[in-house]
């Protein structure tokens, strides 16, 4: 009898959150409509974006639209914030010193600031960074960190765009932030960085120099000769995650070539060297097919691989778990709405899956377009799928029958009503963090501040036990 795949028995299917009904393209060029976007903007089609996610929000980071101008695109400098509950976009305006490389960048959320490194603007490798900015989500106000190295030259990265950048808390309580691969738009690396959040200081964490793209058509060549102890072929547009003391690269590749998945690299920081994870497929499943500019997404011992393009740009847009204790791939039962490539993903604490926007194909010989669809699955046995599902249907009810009254009476009704659904408390206090945070400015009171509300709600949540 065959063994079932476990995603067979508990297939994820994909939710699309909503359709843009009207061109924003103008409000997100305009200057100064952060909070005054209205209710249902939308942000524009984009590829080559940032998503992250809280608990309760994604932020949406940079991207590019290949409209006409004289930049040869448009590169969007700007942030958006979509809360999960009430199902809503707003774009943030912010302060201070922005990146303006904001095409293939890396972002990551280290609360309460959004980091974005290096990146490049248009004409894409021309410009370049490996500057680190970042976002106070409390002021809005961007800043650059002050970095240096050590090592000589080698010590710090080189200014690139397409590279991985994992956050990584040590069991000493250190932070360190790892950066992987990248291209200049002409060299592809294979290099390891390490970034210490204490000191904010570079080091180089393995000797391999990069090589010249002229060099990599033999890419397959190079990753089936490779052994323990050699870094893996120099690419960009790769996805690593942390799991279990190791760096897991998954895919990636150059402009001519694209690295398989039956065999994924694995760097231990603890002992600097590489290794090889050899993966399997399920019954009747086989292994992902190599690709690029694809997402990756890790929530417990599972991997979720999501589209990508092929050595051709052939978009693709199947769905893989990889269940990573026993590296066997299991292909989903549901594919992407659409073929894409150059997409951008982020998952919650709970284990829901966002992906928004990329280049996609609508039908066999069209031009690839850009997206600006959001949809979202469940990791298989997250146990935050019914508590979401509850917040989804409660909060935008209730705040629709909110909005006419003062913060202070819309949180305190929010709360009774929730009582008496029998919500839990800290569910109720989650529900109210999505009405004070969603809410449309309001006038200047005491009782309208958002900060002031939210302080006394604090107060109000019973002590834990002693």
């Known amino acids: 009898m065959q063994r079932q795949s476990t995603l067979d028995r508990h297939p994820q299917m994909f939710v699309k959150h909503r359709v843009q009904s009207q061109d924003v393209l103008g409000r997100c060029q305009g200057d100064g409509v952060a909070d005054g976007e209205p209710v249902g903007a939308w942000p524009h089609a984009r590829s080559g974006h940032r998503l992250l996610a809280g608990a309760h929000n994604l932020w949406l980071i940079g991207g590019f639209h290949p409209e006409e101008n004289d930049a040869g695109g448009l590169l969007f400098e700007e942030v958006w914030q979509y809360n999960i509950a009430s199902g809503q976009w707003r774009r943030l305006v912010t302060t201070g010193d922005m990146p303006a490389e904001l095409a293939s960048h890396a972002a990551l959320l280290d609360p309460p ?3 974005v490194h290096g990146g490049t603007a248009t004409p ?7 500057r680190l900015h970042r976002l106070c989500l409390r002021t809005l106000h961007w800043s650059e960190v002050p970095l240096t190295h050590i090592g000589g030259p080698d010590g710090r990265p080189r200014k690139v765009y397409g590279h991985s950048f994992t956050l990584v808390k040590r069991p000493d309580g250190n932070r360190v932030i790892y950066q992987f691969g990248g291209t200049t738009g002409h060299v592809y690396t294979n290099s390891v960085h ?3 959040m204490d000191t904010w200081q570079w080091c180089h964490f393995d000797p391999h120099s990069p090589l010249p793209a002229a060099a990599l058509d033999d890419a397959d060549e190079l990753e089936a000769n490779a052994t323990n102890g050699y870094p893996p072929s120099p690419r960009y547009r790769h996805e690593t995650v942390y799991w279990r003391g190791c760096l897991l690269v998954v895919g990636g590749g150059t402009s001519v070539s694209v690295c398989k998945l039956d065999r994924l690299a694995m760097f231990c920081p603890e002992s600097r060297t590489w290794s090889r994870m ?17 997402s990756c997404l890790l929530h417990g011992d599972w991997l979720m691989l999501s589209g990508g393009c092929t050595q051709n740009n052939i978009p693709l847009g199947d769905v893989w778990f990889l269940h990573l204790p026993t590296a066997v791939w299991h292909r989903s039962a549901y594919r992407l709405p659409q073929p894409t490539y150059f997409h951008a993903s982020a998952v919650t604490p709970a284990g829901q899956a966002f992906i928004f926007g990329g280049v996609v194909t609508t039908r066999r010989g069209e031009s690839p377009s850009r997206s600006d669809a959001l949809y979202s699955c469940w990791f298989p046995g997250a146990p935050g799928r019914l508590e979401s599902l509850c917040l989804r249907l409660i909060v935008p009810r209730a705040v629709a029958w909110l909005r006419r009254c003062s913060l202070t009476i819309q949180c305190q009704s929010l709360r009774l009503r929730l009582m008496e659904l029998g919500v839990q408390p800290d569910l109720i206090l989650d529900s109210l963090a999505q009405l004070v945070f969603s809410l449309p400015p309001a006038p200047p009171t005491p009782e309208a501040d958002p900060s002031v509300a939210w302080q006394r709600l604090q107060e109000q949540r019973p002590s834990p036990p002693a």
């Not at 050899?278 to 694809?294: D, K, W």
């Open 113 to 115: 600031y959004l980091l």
């Open 278 to 294: 050899l993966t399997h497929g399920a019954v009747n499943n086989g292994v992902p097919q190599a690709r690029r500019c694809h």
């Open 124 to 130: 894409f490798g021309i410009r370049r960074s490996r």
């Open 194 to 196: 390490a970034l210490d």
